[in-house]
């Protein structure tokens, strides 16, 4: 395993050691595909500067051609979504508005994401992106976009109950606070608590029909997840984190963990399990009671008080030096370092697009999307080629990695 | 001379159940034929993957699609052969025990396809990445695109769904091999022979051989089925591998799984032969 940094939060590592790109490469890592218009594409997407309201996700045109069953890829590339419902929010609470869109400084940050089952036979992660997960309260505080990581374990059913469900707890507890005034630590703790109280109540189980446990036991106990959340404000980035998925901001080429792994084995959470009456032991590593290697988890009631759902929660102030933020599962941490994750998306994100449109046959009106959603591109890129770092270093778990592009100013490119 | 021997050698007349020694034997020879054909594949995937090449994708077209055919054809041979004998495709004596000892009903586990893959994607991108970084394109698997790593993904947890299912049904075959029909059987026969063969039991043995016989070809029929949904989804899922690959990316997969295949029953050759030797001098020590 390669070395796995996990420092005091806010502590810096030193700068990340990847060549800068040089300007003579800068062709694309990938090829382009035809883009396919799915969900809200009635939108006019003509918009300038790609702050367009339509999800684009990409199909191989041999997907189509082979009469396959087509399916959703994991690997979303969406920008912008959030940028006219922000605006018009603030402006008249109307949905449908879409002046002065040119005028906000704030628009969703632009993110990609990749999510494999990897090397193992089970698929635990769930990915979640929310961006303006507010917007349609107009009440509430906007420019607000929540991504999450959620690492089951046992089964898939709580990780997914956490990406179902996280982001409206989190916007019903932010909802009593009036705007920019939101104690977010408090917020987030109750949005864990409560989460982690409804993954137990099994009323509506039989929806989680891939369910590998089968829900056997009225309570399944022996079942729980990780849970990473960031919380990306106009001028704020607040992460909770609870077990071993990790959040790195990525400032100026250096890694800033924004989230510390609660091991068994960290001094202060072995120190906390002991303290409840709880026992560390290794056993193929340091696992509560011989059993889990994480010391906070969503779920796993047959571990309680031992390992707890409460998060801890770091808030940052965002700079103009951010670059982006990487959140991801121990798929990913355990094999890559911050400071290489780090170094992998920043050169994506850095790398230039090239002028001409994709020369995919009959793409005429995909090379559109493609162009305006360049910059998603290059964080898609950069999730999918640490993921497959991932792969190649033999990680043998699943991967699930979410770059969110922090560079407020277009003049980057 | 290879493709000749291997379709001759299938081409063999429908044998009755009772002769199973030549259908084994006969499936021995194609088998040895089909890796000579494979080996000379790979000699040829690898000369159309050398970079000196000049990289038309097209061109590669027709050597993938000779290499997809010929795997087919290994399928159609197994099928023919498991009809006359489908207990030789559960212990095939063509496989080395190191093969054998990792077989999943009587042939390689689909999902292993996807670490062939994610093990031959990792070795070319962590030789490249300095590149891939840069934003430069290989062309080889490190270049899966995300599109084709989410139809990789979508595909493999479906071959897992799949195999599982198939696990499943294996298994509860294997049950039945202690249903009530056998449990009666296997006593009646055992309390005949005890008997010692009353007038009544010489005249019901005919009847009962003939019962055991429909109680076996029953659990053959069984075992065939499986096999066959095994073979298929082992083959639809190394075509839809190939799908979804480049045709350069395509051939860089099918070289690493000949490349496996080869050297794996090559070095489960040379354990048998050593286990072989061993053997040998023990009995001519034993009957010094």
């Known amino acids: ?413 | 001379m290879a493709a000749a021997t291997s379709s001759t050698a299938t081409a063999n007349p429908a044998r009755r159940n009772g002769s199973s020694a030549p259908e084994r034997e006969s499936f021995h020879k194609f088998f040895e034929c089909w890796l000579v054909e494979q080996n000379q594949h790979l000699h040829d995937l690898v000369s159309a993957s050398s970079p000196a090449r000049d990289a038309d994708d097209q061109a590669l077209r027709p050597l993938i699609d000779r290499v997809i055919l010929h795997y087919e054809h290994y399928y159609k041979a197994k099928s023919r052969s498991a009809k006359q004998n489908v207990l030789a495709m559960f212990s095939p004596t063509w496989r080395s025990s190191l093969e054998d000892a990792f077989l999943w009903i009587g042939g390689w586990r689909p999902s292993m396809a996807f670490h062939l893959l994610y093990s031959k994607s990792g070795l070319q991108l962590e030789a490249h990445l300095a590149e891939l970084i840069r934003g430069l394109t290989t062309g080889d698997l490190a270049d899966l695109s995300p599109s084709q790593l989410a139809l990789i993904d979508d595909l493999q947890k479906s071959t897992i769904r799949e195999e599982k299912a198939i696990t499943e049904k294996f298994a509860k075959h294997q049950e039945t091999v202690a249903d009530a029909s056998m449990v009666e059987l296997s006593h009646a026969i055992t309390e005949m022979t005890r008997a010692g063969g009353g007038e009544a039991a010489v005249e019901n043995a005919p009847a009962m051989e003939e019962e055991v016989e429909s109680a076996l070809a029953a659990k053959e029929e069984g075992l065939e089925e499986i096999l066959h949904m095994a073979d298929d989804l082992r083959l639809r899922t190394l075509k839809e591998v190939l799908n979804i690959l480049s045709p350069i990316q395509a051939v860089h997969f099918l070289i690493a799984a000949a490349e496996l295949h080869l050297r794996i029953h090559e070095w489960g050759k040379k354990k048998d032969e050593a286990q072989a030797q061993i053997h040998h001098q023990e009995a001519y020590a034993t009957a010094q």
């Open chain 1, 1 to 413: 395993m390669a070395g796995i940094c996990c420092g005091v939060v806010g502590e810096s590592e030193p700068s990340a050691p990847v060549e800068p790109s040089s300007r003579g490469s800068r062709l694309r890592i990938l090829e382009p595909r035809p883009f396919k218009f799915v969900a809200d594409a009635a939108v006019t997407p003509s918009l300038e500067s790609g702050r367009k309201r339509q999800r684009v996700e990409a199909f191989p045109s041999e997907e189509i051609e082979s009469g396959r069953e087509l399916r959703k890829p994991r690997v979303e590339e969406e920008k912008g979504k959030g940028a006219s419902e922000i605006k018009v929010a603030r402006a008249d609470g109307s949905l449908n508005s879409r002046e002065n869109l040119q005028a906000e400084p704030q628009e969703c940050p632009k993110f990609g994401l990749t999510s494999v089952c990897g090397r193992r036979r089970d698929m635990e992660d769930a990915v979640s992106t929310e961006p303006s997960f507010c917007s349609e309260s107009p009440q509430k505080p906007n420019g607000l976009h929540l991504f999450g990581v959620f690492d089951g374990h046992g089964c898939s059913h709580v990780a997914i109950k956490c990406k179902k469900r996280m982001h409206e707890i989190v916007r019903e507890e932010i909802g009593s606070y009036k705007e920019s005034s939101v104690q977010w630590k408090e917020a987030m703790e109750r949005s864990f608590a409560r989460m982690d109280s409804e993954v137990q109540e099994w009323s509506d189980v039989a929806k989680t029909s891939s369910c590998r446990c089968e829900l056997q036991t009225p309570q399944c106990d022996a079942v729980g997840s990780t849970a990473v959340v960031a919380i990306v404000t106009p001028d704020k980035i607040i992460v909770s984190n609870c077990g071993d998925s990790r959040a790195v901001l990525c400032r100026n080429g250096v890694a800033i963990p924004l989230s510390s792994d609660h091991k068994p084995d960290r001094p202060d959470e072995l120190e906390r399990i002991q303290n409840a009456g709880g026992r560390v032991i290794y056993w193929d590593g340091a696992r509560v009671l011989g059993v889990l290697a994480m010391s906070r988890a969503i779920g796993d009631n047959y571990l309680k008080p031992y390992v707890i759902p409460d998060p801890e929660v770091t808030i940052v102030d965002r700079t103009a030096e951010d670059e982006c933020l990487i959140l991801a599962s121990d798929g990913l941490w355990d094999v890559v370092s911050n400071d290489t994750a780090c170094g992998v998306a920043r050169m994506c994100l850095r790398a230039q697009r090239p002028p001409s449109p994709p020369r995919s046959p009959g793409s005429s009106d995909l090379a559109v999307g493609a162009n305006a959603e360049s910059s998603d591109k290059a964080c898609s890129d950069a999730s999918i080629l640490l993921t497959k770092l991932a792969l190649a270093r033999h990680s043998t778990d699943n991967v699930s990695v979410v770059v969110v592009d922090l560079k407020r100013d277009p003049q980057r490119r």
